[in-house]
Nanobody, 114 residues
Framework: VQLQASGGGSVQAGGSLRISCTASGRHFSNYLTGWFRQAPGKEREFVAAINSKRATVYVDFVKGRFTVSRDNAENTVYLQMNSLKPEDTAVYYC?????????WGQGTQVTVSS
């Protein structure tokens, strides 16, 4: 499985962005797929994830603002980000896991200005 993240960009505080993670390979719908982010000088941190049954989980600081979803026909997982804050500025990475199989995408930059 290869993961391609896209859709990042620059936005003002309060704005919205949707980033995408598109997978090549088979059976992507069976993977637990998550979003992580890494700000300059900080550790990579978990943001949200969605499993094969579309159950979702979010870290507290994005609850109510971010929504993760998937389109299995398109082999794509989305992260809709609303009410963005400057502290959301980071490189966002997608990750897919199934059993011991684990894959990372290359990251997409999200910059939120105040």
């Amino acid at each position: 499985v290869q993961l391609q993240a896209s859709g990042g960009g620059s936005v003002q505080a309060g704005g919205s962005l949707r980033i995408s993670c598109t997978a090549s390979g088979r059976h992507f719908s069976n993977y637990l797929t998550g979003w992580f982010r890494q700000a300059p000088g900080k550790e990579r941190e978990f943001v949200a994830a969605i499993n094969s049954k579309r159950a979702t989980v979010y870290v507290d600081f994005v609850k109510g603002r971010f929504t993760v979803s998937r389109d299995n026909a398109e082999n794509t997982v989305y992260l809709q980000m609303n009410s963005l804050k400057p502290e959301d500025t980071a490189v966002y990475y997608c990750h897919a896991q199934r059993g011991r199989l684990s894959y990372w995408g290359q990251g997409t930059q999200v910059t939120v200005s105040s």
